[in-house]
């Protein structure tokens, strides 16, 4: 975890509290541009690394991102394990360890690919990935707009505008990390989908058919920042409809005794996707923090058990 992302969100937390609360980029040319998108193939062997599992960057793709062109900011990677280090997701992409991203739709269909052609400074603690994208906006649904059509067909796909006036029309992208010895592939992530019910989220971590049910309080922790560890209640009455991404999640603090709610204390949550990004068969929750001053991406993570997620990596996207 980024200590200085921590600390920052802690310290405007606490200036909320007692006060009741508030360039054009540089690019570096990376490695060469590679060939067009083409269509996603199931991957026939999972690459094992630390315990199974693929070495994956998560990213967030903004089509204006980098001066008004697409850019994805990289949030979280995986190799041995997690990390959310801002000096460990640059390197991967400046040396060209991921050269494509796909980038999910509001519906959990691949919406376009990005090739990544070099870095970008646009004044977040990391560097950027700038490069060109194909497909449609993040914030669609249809079919996917990368997969090979059938002959004749029209590729289309409706704007989602709960999903653009929650991400300003940016969506979670997903990258391989490569090694000089190893062929390229385009892999297939499996998705999932999550629903709120009452004080519930309602998310089927393993693909068991069977529902995880966990407290939406349990995400913050005392301080107000993403817990390490959330976990699911022992059992679940969930009835609700799940979806790829749920917008608009609020998540009020108590009140103290006799007192009303500081709405300024309010944190909204968007689940960005329910998807397995190491490929050891159980999803992972990306989901966007609003604080009232900044705006976080977590991924929370089963490494041992549905019941227990563990959160994996935080680190601040775009500015909003």
Request: aromatic fraction near 4%; glycine fraction near 12%.
């Amino acid at each position: 975890m980024a200590l200085d992302l921590v600390a920052a969100r802690r310290v405007a937390w606490a200036l909320l509290i007692s006060a009741g609360s508030a360039c054009g980029p540089t690019v570096k040319t990376g490695a060469a541009p590679p060939a067009e998108p083409s269509g996603v193939a199931r991957m026939a062997v999972t690459k094992p690394h630390g315990g199974g599992g693929r070495e994956v960057l998560l990213g967030e793709m903004c089509p204006q991102g980098a001066g008004g062109r697409p850019a994805v900011a990289p949030l979280v990677m995986r190799n041995v394990g997690w990390s959310d280090n801002a000096t460990d997701v640059t390197a991967a992409v400046e040396r060209g360890s991921v050269p494509r991203f796909v980038v999910f739709g509001s519906d959990g269909k691949l919406a376009g690919a990005f090739d990544t052609m070099g870095i970008v400074d646009v004044g977040l603690p990391q560097q950027v990935a700038a490069g060109a994208y194909a497909g449609a906006s993040p914030c669609t649904t249809g079919a996917s707009a990368i997969a090979k059509p059938k002959a004749g067909e029209i590729v289309t796909r409706a704007e989602d505008t709960k999903c653009t006036a929650a991400t300003n029309g940016c969506g979670i992208a997903v990258g391989d990390v490569t090694h000089p010895d190893e062929p390229a592939e385009t892999p297939t992530y499996v998705t999932g989908g999550a629903c709120v019910a009452g004080d519930m989220l309602a998310v089927d971590i393993d693909g068991d058919g069977r529902i995880e049910s966990f407290p939406l309080a349990g995400i913050l922790d005392g301080t107000r920042a993403p817990a390490a560890e959330w976990t699911a209640a022992p059992t679940s009455t969930a009835t609700c409809t799940p979806t790829f991404a749920v917008y608009g999640i609020k998540l009020l603090a108590e009140a103290e005794t006799g007192k009303q709610v500081d709405p300024k204390s309010m944190v909204t949550a968007d689940v960005l996707g329910v998807v397995d990004l190491d490929g050891d068969g159980r999803r992972e929750l990306v989901v966007a923090l609003k604080f009232a001053t900044v705006r976080t991406l977590v991924v929370y993570t089963a490494t041992a058990q549905p019941q227990r997620l563990e959160l994996a990596g935080e680190a601040t996207s775009f500015p909003r």
